[in-house]
């Protein structure tokens, strides 16, 4: 099994940054990709930005040029995902989950997985 545990959300004025970080915690042959997705009241889960074992990016056209994801170098035991998020805008208000998809076990080949985190809070108000 993998444990993704976010972290970083808070209470930020228009026009500051937050810097979410998410943990994945597990023995892993392989996460094809990490992103983040938000889901704001009363909305559907939407996805704000991805990123695959290689490196490719990918943002929905609502944060491109202010949020940035990134990771740590893929490894067996220990996976993390950031999301720095900058000139934040009270659109941005939603609670925030990690997603870790794809995901090979050693122990359940050649099935895959996906695993979500609890979700952290994020507004954006003066």
């Known amino acids: 099994q993998v444990q993704l545990v976010e972290s970083g959300g808070g209470l930020v004025q228009p026009g500051g940054s937050l810097r979410l970080s998410c943990v994945a915690s597990?023995?892993?042959?392989?996460?094809?990709?990490m992103g983040w997705y938000r889901q704001a009241p009363g909305k559907e889960r939407e996805l704000v930005a991805t990123i695959t074992s290689g490196g490719h990016t990918n943002y929905s056209d609502s944060v491109k040029g202010r949020f940035t994801i990134s990771k740590t170098p893929p490894d067996r035991i220990k996976n993390t995902v950031y999301l720095q998020m900058d000139n934040l805008k009270p659109e941005d208000t939603a609670v925030y989950y990690c997603?870790?998809?794809?995901?090979?076990?050693?122990?359940?080949?050649?099935?895959?997985?996906?695993?979500w985190g609890q979700g952290t809070q994020v507004t954006v108000s003066s």
């Open positions: 997603n870790a998809d794809r995901v090979k076990l050693y122990n359940r080949l050649p099935d895959e997985y996906t695993y």
């Open positions: 597990g023995v892993v042959l392989n996460i094809n990709s």
